[in-house]
Structures are given as structure tokens and as C-alpha cells.
């Protein structure tokens, strides 16, 4: 069990004040009788994705942790080990202070990248049982104005997520070009990539490490689970 909120104290209301309005909408929630409580957007995407950890999961790493709300609630369902890295630190600022708030102390915020996770995951207690990989997978291969650094393509993003996973990785993100924001096709265009970004060159590169299961679509963007292969 994990320890309540201090008796009588309330979440700073600038951090609360956050929570409850910052982007993406679907990541928003407010902090109520000491746990998370998540709005109706973000309720809905959790509920899908939860389905698809592994039976018996105790380890959990999300790459895009955003306001934290997913790391948290893992640890709360009693996820020993929970690691959750993001590279805007407002955002990993707000996580913290309700991770401090309410005494979760087996979450872990950091501003890292993949291949940074993939490098010391030793340090990080070793591969984890369930991965997150949410409306995130066009910035690694693509980048962003906010972060130009990108990675060398589908398989190498692929064989990283492998060597952070040792359960399954739950995958839901734009998988062609015309699912992603305007912004992005134009960025995917300037950098000459637009041609590589398609469903059968994502999945055929998540074949070589896993197996691919569907799972219909959340919103709009397919929603996978990748199970590590073994062999």
C-alpha cells in the first residue's frame, strides 16, 4: 500500500492549476483523496490501454510520461518498479510534485530519451515487464521543432524498444503519413522521409523483434501490442 496525502494538506494550486490545463487534453487530471483522478478523456484511453499489460506485470516504463498520471496510477495498482521519461521538464516538474505529494515512492520521473533508457537499463533494474509507447513513435523517427534529433529509422527504434522490453510494448500511434498532424507531414516531407512512413514498413520492422497483435484503434491510431520474441 502506498502511503495517503499528508493529512490536511492539499497539491500546491499552481501544480493543480496545471494539471487541469495543460496539452494534450487527454493527459489531464486533478489529484482527489489522495490519488489521481483522471478526466474523462484520459479515463477512456487508460481503460484500453490497461488491458493489454502483461498478466502478471510488476515493472512499467512510459516514453512519453507527460503529466505522469499513467506512472502514478501503475504504481498505485501496486507496479514495484516505474520508471517514466519525458523531455519537457514543466511537465516532469508537475509529475514530481504529485508523485511527493502523494508518496510514491517507487516512481521514477526523468528527462531522457529512449536510447538514453536503452544504454543504462541495467542501472534501471533491468528490462521491463510492460512498455508505453503512446502518440510518440513519429518524433523518434521524424523529430520535432522542439527537439530536431530523430532516430535512423523504423529499425532502429524498433531494436531500442526491444532492449528496454522483456513483456510487450503497448503501441498506439499514427503509422502512416496521412494520420499525422499537418505540421508533422510537412516536417516528414522537408527531411525527405515522408516516402518511409507507412504501416507496412513500421510493422514489418516490429516483426524482427516482436510479435504484432491488434487491438482495433484507439481514437484515431491503431492501438498494437508488440510482444517480445525470444527467439
Known amino acids: 500500500m502506498t502511503p495517503p496525502e499528508r493529512a490536511g494538506a492539499s497539491l500546491d494550486p499552481e501544480v493543480a ?13 486533478r489529484v482527489a483523496r489522495g490519488r489521481p483522478v483522471p478526466g474523462w478523456r484520459l479515463w477512456r484511453r487508460a481503460r484500453r490501454l490497461r488491458a493489454l499489460e502483461p498478466a502478471g506485470a510488476t515493472s512499467l516504463l512510459d516514453l512519453s510520461a507527460s ?3 499513467f506512472v502514478l496510477d501503475a504504481a498505485r495498482r501496486g507496479y514495484d ?4 521519461i519525458d523531455v ?6 508537475a509529475a514530481r510534485a504529485v ?10 520521473l526523468e528527462k531522457l530519451r529512449l536510447h ?10 533491468g528490462p521491463f515487464d510492460t512498455v508505453l509507447c503512446v502518440n510518440l513513435y513519429h518524433y523518434l523517427v521524424l ?7 530523430r532516430y535512423d529509422g523504423h529499425d532502429q527504434v524498433m531494436e531500442y524498444l526491444a532492449r528496454v522490453t522483456r513483456g510487450a510494448v503497448v503501441f498506439s500511434n499514427c503509422t502512416d503519413l496521412d494520420q499525422l498532424p499537418r505540421h508533422m507531414r510537412a516536417l516528414a516531407v522537408e527531411r525527405g522521409l515522408d516516402g518511409d512512413y507507412t504501416e507496412d514498413a513500421i510493422r514489418a520492422a516490429a516483426a524482427r523483434w516482436f510479435r504484432v497483435e491488434e487491438h482495433g484503434r484507439l481514437g484515431k491510431r491503431p492501438l498494437w501490442r508488440l510482444v517480445r520474441r525470444d527467439d
Open 143 to 149: 523529430g520535432s521543432r522542439r527537439l530536431p534529433e
Open 99 to 108: 508523485r511527493d505529494h502523494l508518496g510514491l515512492r517507487a516512481v521514477q
Open 67 to 69: 503529466l505522469g498520471w
Open 81 to 84: 518498479r516505474v520508471v517514466g
Open 17 to 29: 492549476a496545471y494539471l487541469r490545463a495543460s496539452y494534450p487534453r487527454n493527459h489531464r487530471y
Open 116 to 125: 538514453e533508457v536503452a544504454e543504462r537499463i541495467d542501472a534501471l533494474g
Open 88 to 93: 519537457h521538464e514543466p511537465d516532469l516538474a
